[in-house]
């Protein structure tokens, strides 16, 4: 097992690396530099500029010391706004963001997990394919078009929830279901399937000749086993809920990294899309490790050690 | 009881020769597939769908008079009507054939993308597999590691940097999102890579690619085909996910993603420019969704569930 996350932490690593490697120099092969907006800087000030920010030093020099300031959790100074850092930005944001993400999560976890079950203890019958038309359309509709429904019915037609901004539990409940809603349309299916597939087994048909209740059947033997792949969709789960952030948070005008990366797109503020990118791309790798080491402890059938040697 | 006379009973002679004989025709792989999948009234249902969407994509654009990109500036943002099926939008263009020209941006960014992701994948993860060893370890230790990356960070940072364009957007898309086909095929080549026939082309001197080409990937062709139809809709969203983010094709190209995003900025006066564009994304996500999973329980009915 330790063999197996040193590994894992190894590549996770590697990958960091080659993130941090390409966004440094996909920035930089940008055409124009920080400082040419539409007003021409006297050369003095942009030459101060350039100095202050270290950018007149090569870029082996440039590169090296942005591997270091990652490494100690220092994204540098935003270039659109004045005296705030990357690291204010990220402080100030990502608290709403992960608030809104959490209970997305929650949502999609809970929600669809329950279809899943009622539709395959229903197999068949209508309830089943009421939750998997409605998986299908989860899974059809992008979540920001899920988002402008979701706000045009239910905030601007029948006011039942604030159009908009980011205030008390009740603005969180929209943005949260809109970003729910594909995570949970799969997770549904997923449950659905490894249900029918675990309902299938031997062991229990054997729970039911021993004499056990319906309920007990599906809580204590099936539901446990069924709910492993599910565990595995969490890491790509987490990445689904953090992109889909991006335009959610903009549609219902909420102040959390999310939106503040997409303005720091249309702003081609470049120390921030560098920033952002690679906090998310750290927080995204160390889910997935986190997932997969939760996944071999869950199921120790899994053979981690070996890797994919044997496929 | 009723009395059965005893003529009535005849000894029927089973005859050994007769045992042996097949009373159906014999049905190719492909045939019993096809069959398979045209009992899938979801997936069929899908089809159709895909069919009109691609005729509506070839002749929707000349069924109005309106050109997609010329403005009207006196017949801004008009409701659907007889003049104009869909509407109009902010400068007056029509909605009805911008939706149709855009169905051509949207699908054709979907099909590139996923065949270029094909093509990639299928020499990336066929060497990896049929080489075996060595190769195949450090092949997908890359795979592994450029997998890692999220996708559409990944396809966001690219976007900033090589700047709008239909190009730029498949160049993007394709440059990490090949690995899942890899993946797949190498799997599969493994699988196939041992058997008799395969030994038996190589003891009759086909070299290298033959054996891929002719006997590995078609055999291999149910799980790449699946895999290529459920890849176009997801990079037929991300079209729409980066349109979103300003990262779309450049005005006055049209694709649905650009167009869905306009609409929802207008979307509390204007709903309709939002309602049309939106719709046949959900339709083509889902119309490609329903085919690809009726193809994989028509290649597989094992897997069905």
Known sequence: MLRYISRRLLYMLVSLFLIVTATFFLMRAVPGGPFSGEKKLPPEIEKNLNEYYGLDRPWYNQYFDYLVSVAKWDFGPSFKYKGQTVNDLINEGFPVSFFLGMEALLLAVSIGILLGIIAALNHNKWPDYGAMVFAVLGISVPSFIMASALQYFLAIKLELFPVARWESLQHTVLPALALAATPMAFIARLTRSSMLEVLSNDYIRTAKAKGLSKGQITVKHAIRNALLPVVTYLGPLSAGVLTGSFVIEKIFGIPGLGSQFVLSISNRDYTTIMGVTVFYSILLLAAVLLVDIAYGFIDPRIKLAGGKKGE | ?305
């Open chain 2, 1 to 305: 009881m009723q009395q059965i006379p005893k003529e009535m009973f005849q000894p029927v002679r089973a005859e050994l020769s007769e045992a042996e004989k097949i009373s159906k025709p014999s049905l190719s792989y492909w045939k019993d597939v096809s069959i398979r999948f045209r009992k899938n009234k979801l997936a069929m249902f899908g089809l159709v769908i895909l069919i009109i969407l691609v005729f509506m994509a070839i002749f929707g654009p000349h069924m109005t008079k309106y050109d997609y990109a010329t403005n009207d500036l006196m017949n801004t943002n008009q409701p659907p009507s007889a003049k104009h099926w869909f509407g109009t939008d902010d400068l007056g263009r029509d909605v009805f054939t911008r939706t149709w020209y855009g169905a051509r941006i949207s699908l054709f960014i979907g099909l590139a993308a996923a065949l270029i992701d094909l093509c990639i994948g299928v020499i990336w993860g066929g060497i990896a597999g049929l080489r075996g060893g060595k190769t195949d370890e450090v092949m997908m230790r890359i795979a592994d590691i450029l997998w890692a990356v999220p996708y559409l960070l990944l396809v966001i940072i690219l976007m900033v940097v090589l700047g709008q364009g239909l190009g730029t957007m498949i160049l993007a898309m394709t440059i990490t999102g090949w690995i899942n086909m890899a993946r797949i095929v190498r799997g599969q080549v493994l699988q196939l890579k041992n058997q008799e026939y395969v030994l038996a082309a190589q003891t009759l001197g086909a070299n290298t690619s033959r054996i891929m080409f002719r006997h590995l990937i078609p055999n291999a062709m149910g799980p790449i085909l699946v895999t290529l139809t459920l890849s176009i809709p997801s990079a037929i969203f991300t079209e729409a996910f980066l349109s979103y983010l300003g990262l779309g094709v450049p005005q006055p190209l049209a694709s649905w993603g650009t167009m869905a995003s306009e609409g929802v900025q207008a979307l509390q006066y204007y709903p309709w420019r939002l309602f049309f564009p939106a719709t046949f994304i959900c339709l083509t996500i889902f119309a490609f969704n329903v085919v690809g999973d009726g193809l994989r329980d028509a290649l597989d009915p094992r897997l069905r569930k």
